[in-house]
């Protein structure tokens, strides 16, 4: 079975490279139940192996299985979700192969296109992936007018659909594409709380999409990335009204994801380990966060 779409080309012209994550990591304030779970981490590289696509808008330093491992070894993260990002366009093999290498129970979220024969699906789902994503607003991204077709195509085995949006000025993509996402025949994922932006508050639009979509209870919702939404440093305290809404809809629909290496974020780094921390403030019952950290992703993810 071939990861790499027919026809994508590559190439090796120089792009602005991201800075690279916080590489010391410190030990977390907040004790990890068992299982706990990052659902939303990418690896990179070696480029030797692992080739990126021409479509990419921006290079990425190594980011190896190996040092995704100490991470999550250091934050008492026991089980991990390798999403695939938008730099390998739709070849899968990079976080294919990172899920045998990381040595801890792993998922894998892909990026395809819908005319994938049945039977590299079935290939795929025995190598543990689990979704399948779309990047709204990343060049070379696979289309989203392919969705509901693969979306059918994935049903049956019990994926999702996961869906990064990027911020686009105030014209609510989430809210122009509800009828859209709620025919599917799956589940649907949202990354990163939906790339709100807290300054516009609760009301937007697209906040108040993701709360009807969450409150069918077939859309599940990434608490992550308030380092890029933000404009407070860690615990992010404006992105806490969001969050507080998210949980008193639909508690058993969140899950908790670092997006370590933080790519592409031209703000000042966070330690990754402030971006569990966070999740005191955010989410200050135990039982109620330990149902993010663990139950939920056991359930979505099929672990």
Same mark, same amino acid.
């Given at each position: 079975?071939?990861?790499?779409?027919?026809?994508?080309? &590559?190439?090796?012209?120089?792009?602005?490279?991201?800075?690279?994550?916080?590489?010391?990591?410190?030990?977390?304030?907040?004790?990890?139940?068992?299982?706990?779970?990052?659902?939303?981490?990418?690896?990179?590289?070696?480029?030797?192996?692992?080739?990126?696509?021409?479509?990419?808008? &921006?290079?990425?330093?190594?980011?190896?299985?190996? $040092?995704?491992?100490? *991470?999550?070894?250091?934050?008492?993260?026991?089980? =991990?979700?390798?999403?695939?990002?938008?730099?390998?366009?739709?070849?899968?093999?990079?976080?294919?192969?990172?899920?045998?290498?990381?040595?801890?129970?792993?998922?894998?979220?892909? =990026?395809?296109?819908?005319?994938?024969?049945?039977?590299?699906?079935?290939?795929?789902?025995?190598?543990?992936?689990?979704?399948?994503?779309?990047?709204?607003?990343?060049?070379?991204?696979?289309?989203?007018?392919?969705?509901?077709?693969?979306?059918?195509?994935?049903?049956?085995?019990?994926?999702?659909?996961?869906?990064?949006?990027?911020?686009?000025?105030?014209?609510?993509? *989430?809210?122009?594409?509800?009828?859209?996402?709620?025919?599917?025949?799956?589940?649907?994922?949202?990354?990163?709380?939906?790339?709100?932006?807290?300054?516009?508050?609760?009301?937007?639009?697209?906040?108040?999409?993701?709360?009807?979509?969450?409150?069918?209870?077939?859309?599940?919702?990434?608490?992550?990335?308030?380092?890029?939404?933000?404009?407070?440093?860690?615990?992010?305290?404006?992105?806490?009204?969001?969050?507080? =809404?998210?949980?008193?809809?639909?508690?058993?629909?969140?899950?908790? =994801?670092?997006?370590?290496?933080?790519?592409?974020?031209?703000?000042?780094?966070?330690?990754?380990?402030?971006?569990?921390?966070?999740?005191?403030?955010?989410?200050?019952?135990?039982?109620?966060?330990?149902?993010? &950290?663990?139950?939920?992703? $056991?359930?979505?993810?099929?672990?």
């Amino acid at each position: 079975m071939s990861n790499q779409a027919s026809g994508q080309d &590559f190439r090796a012209d120089a792009l602005p490279l991201c800075q690279p994550p916080d590489p010391d990591p410190r030990m977390p304030l907040l004790h990890c139940p068992p299982g706990t779970t990052d659902c939303h981490v990418h690896v990179y590289g070696p480029e030797s192996k692992y080739q990126v696509a021409n479509t990419r808008s &921006f290079d990425v330093p190594e980011a190896l299985p190996a $040092t995704l491992r100490r *991470l999550a070894d250091t934050l008492g993260v026991e089980r =991990a979700v390798l999403v695939q990002p938008s730099g390998y366009g739709t070849d899968n093999s990079r976080h294919l192969d990172a899920a045998d290498e990381l040595g801890i129970p792993t998922r894998v979220i892909v =990026a395809l296109r819908a005319d994938i024969p049945e039977s590299d699906l079935r290939q795929l789902h025995h190598r543990g992936v689990r979704g399948v994503r779309y990047n709204i607003g990343h060049a070379g991204a696979v289309p989203i007018e392919e969705m509901p077709l693969l979306a059918r195509k994935i049903a049956p085995l019990g994926w999702h659909v996961q869906l990064h949006v990027m911020d686009d000025g105030g014209q609510a993509p *989430l809210a122009q594409m509800e009828e859209v996402l709620m025919s599917l025949p799956t589940d649907i994922v949202i990354d990163h709380i939906g790339s709100i932006r807290p300054e516009r508050g609760v009301a937007q639009p697209g906040f108040q999409t993701l709360l009807r979509l969450v409150g069918t209870g077939r859309c599940w919702v990434k608490l992550s990335c308030g380092y890029r939404m933000s404009h407070e440093p860690p615990p992010y305290l404006d992105m806490l009204p969001y969050v507080q =809404a998210l949980v008193a809809s639909r508690p058993d629909r969140l899950v908790w =994801a670092s997006d370590w290496p933080h790519v592409s974020f031209k703000g000042r780094m966070p330690n990754t380990t402030d971006l569990l921390d966070l999740m005191t403030t955010w989410v200050p019952d135990e039982s109620t966060r330990n149902r993010i &950290f663990v139950d939920n992703p $056991t359930e979505l993810y099929q672990f």
